[in-house]
């Protein structure tokens, strides 16, 4: 038996490109840097990208950001779309391995229990 790929993706998809985002990497960018969490998201900048074109929720709120009149990652952060994507960097960087290695939860072998 063999089972489908979440969120009925094919195996054979390709992984969106940034250059494709309609200014979601931009935006995202932004918002990292202007993020109290930015230390940690940073390093990692490129897979955070990554799962956020690959996240309907989280890739919407960035193209709805993207598409509006630009303005500072602060002020663009307290709209709807720009929340959805702040809960996900805060998700993101508690699950980091920089977070994860500051609170000796990282790197994992064994040590837990």
Known sequence: MTSSPPSGRSQGCSLPDADDSGGAAEVLQRMIAASAYRDLLQPIA???????????????????????????????????????????????AFASPAFLASVGEWPLRGRRG
Do not use: F, M
């Not at 950001?65 to 702040?86: F, H, K, N, T």
């Open 46 to 92: 490129a897979d955070v990208l990554r799962v956020a074109l690959l996240n309907d929720q989280v890739r919407t709120a960035l193209q709805g950001l993207a598409s509006q009149p630009a303005r500072p990652a602060r002020q663009a952060s307290r709209s709807a779309e720009g929340q959805i994507v702040l809960a996900y960097l805060e998700h993101v």
